[in-house]
């Protein structure tokens, strides 16, 4: 296998590619403008390409070397965010609304939103300081008594319909700022390895729907491909801003600025130890910085692949970022190119014998 | 009957938490390879051995213990070189503290937490630390990602033997002696010796898929009514009072036909037996019985004190009357009444 250094890296159509998966709407069960954007740029560059039952795309791109033996791995990346449903419409614009996904109700109040496919444009009102009561101000504001007000626009939205955050994205120097992070920079990390795949694997890439209420289309997506191991590309949250009161903090999960986060466990999957050792050797031996996320907590769409059929060795990457499942998520661009960069040379080193050894 | 105490020893002392199976899965494969027809590992690390071919009344049956146990995995080590973890399956704070812990690669550790602010309170995980015995990050011994299990002796009381992780190395035990004891079956049996039980089952289910059965047994602990102090309803599980036969637990129904015929055999062989009502609690079984189309499935259970502490406790009797009873059930054909 040649050695060489590992080139792919973030330049401006890349940037220009997350910003539109970021803007574009995609709450769980109804990706859709995800969904158009991801089958536009992959068509010309996969064998095969399909839009499945539940709506997962499923792309095959199969490699040049090695005959019959080569290997066939599973890229997963889910196209869904977490958001909003309407569920009541109470006249006059005035919509209630159920989350999407986990969302912190604490969250809310005061946010904009974009609702439907039109993304018209909403709030989630707040009552004005001034006219809120003594005590009101200390407890979170129950998600029954909130609403979405799209104002004179509401007659176009129907119930039934998604919102999302209306954060627009911005790249501010050195990190990323948008709405739904999580996953549109998994999303765009799969399209750009589909772009430029080994010559070595198969690669089956599964741009799943429905990650966030529950892994479903990563379940079916790999009963389909049946692969022979899966890589997932998430992204994950960093708690890495110190305490308050100066006490260490031990609970960050992953940090800003310290390379993709490599999962050895989490409440869904215990990572395979070869692929963890295939991911953190490529690491060691390209100069790509990286971390392990902290164990336990939290879950991606492993937790449901490595279950499927008789078992699928599977592995989690994700690029660190804070504030997640909220309005404004922060990212390191570093952290993401260097992501693509790891797994890219990752894939480039998987052989026929990596699953010789037992588990 | 071959020795079992050395037997069960040498299993629960092993030491291989969920996901990181691979040193138990050696020693049981060692014990098994003379006494089957082949061997395979699977992709999540499952050892599947089958024994016998399906003959014209035969079925094909699945066997299933779990050789996982229950474990801690670091999460941080801070600047003084003390350890924070999370819990790999069903562990509780409470036995935690005071606790000591082997990691895989060979380091001690002792959990505590200090000042114990109100020690009429249980502490959260975060409260807990493990102490390496060493003074700095740098100087420390593990780091984030590895995975210890608890360190406690096996004890042999005569009639009753406690050790960590009998929960479910002795449910390995009753499928490698009954497998060494088996002298013919009209079926095509899979003994699968399955891994990440602990942590939901994973194991059972991907090779129950993987082998398709008409038949699915797990053999697992349950627990016991029989300790002081209990007050409401007691489970009607006690030791010594022989192998329990599962009806229900927290995540299956046991299909009726599978306990009739396992009391049957029980019954027919002069063998004691119990059974047994869980409230909560799922075993391997459950996942077997899920699998495409479903399969008819039942559990051997070995009742157990103190399951998921550091002591767990059965009785050496009901073990043997175990291994009889599944001897029985596999080399006889099955026949399941409606």
Known sequence: MPKTKETLCIRANQLKLLERLCNASGVSGDEGQVRAIVLEQVRPAVDEVKVDALGNVLATKRGTSGGDRRPRVMLAAHMDEVGFMLTNDEGDGIYRFETVGGVDVRQLAGKAVHVGKEHYVGVIGAKPIHL????????????????????????????????????PFARIGPSLRAKALDNRLGVATLIELVKNAPPNIDILAAFTV???????GARVAAFAFDPDLAIVLDATPAYDLPNWDDAQNTQYNTRLGEGPAIYIADSGTLSDPRLIRLVTETAEAQGIPFQIRQPGGGGTDAGAIHRQRAGIPSVSVSVPHRYSHTAVSIARLADWENTLKLV???????????????R | MTPMKPLIQKLVETPSPSGYESKIREVVRAEITPHVDDIRVDALGNLIARKGKKSAQGLKIMLAAHIDEIGLIV????????????????????????????????????????????????????????DLGCSSRKDCPVGVGDVAVFERPFTDMGNRLVSKAMDDRIGAAVLIEALRQLKSTPHELYFVFSVQEEVGVRGATTAA??????????????????????????????????????????????????????????????LPYQLEILEGGSTDARAIQLTRAGVPAGCLSIPCRYVHSPSEMVDFRD????????????????????
Not at chain 1, 345 to 356: F, K, N, Q
Not at chain 2, 77 to 84: I, L
């Open chain 1, 132 to 167: 809120t009561e003594k005590g009101e101000t200390e407890s979170t504001i129950p998600l029954d008594t909130l609403r979405i007000d799209l104002g004179l626009e509401g007659k176009k939205a129907k119930i039934g319909d998604r919102a999302t955050f209306a954060t």
């Open chain 1, 210 to 216: 429905q990650e966030e209420n529950g892994l479903r």
């Open chain 1, 344 to 358: 890219h040379a990752a894939l480039g080193r998987i052989t026929p014998s990596i699953l010789a050894s037992d």
């Open chain 2, 75 to 130: 999460t941080h080590v801070d600047d003084n070189g003390f350890a924070s973890f999370s819990p790999i399956g069903g562990v509780r704070p409470l036995n935690c503290v005071g606790g000591r812990v082997r990691f895989l690669n060979g380091q001690a550790g002792v959990i505590f937490t200090e000042p114990l602010d109100d020690p009429s309170k249980t502490p959260a995980f975060e409260q807990l630390y493990i």
């Open chain 2, 209 to 270: 898929f993987g082998i398709d059965p008409d038949l699915g047994l797990a053999s697992d602990v349950t627990l016991t009514g029989d300790t002081p102090r209990r007050t409401g309803r007691r489970m009607e599980v006690s030791l010594g009072k022989g192998p329990a036969i599962k009806v229900r637990d927290g995540g299956m129904l046991a299909d009726p036909r599978v306990v009739g015929w396992m009391v049957k055999a029980a019954e027919k062989a002069g």
């Open chain 2, 319 to 338: 073990v043997e009357n175990a291994v009889r009873l599944l001897v029985e059930l596999i080399s006889k054909p099955v026949k399941l009444d409606e």
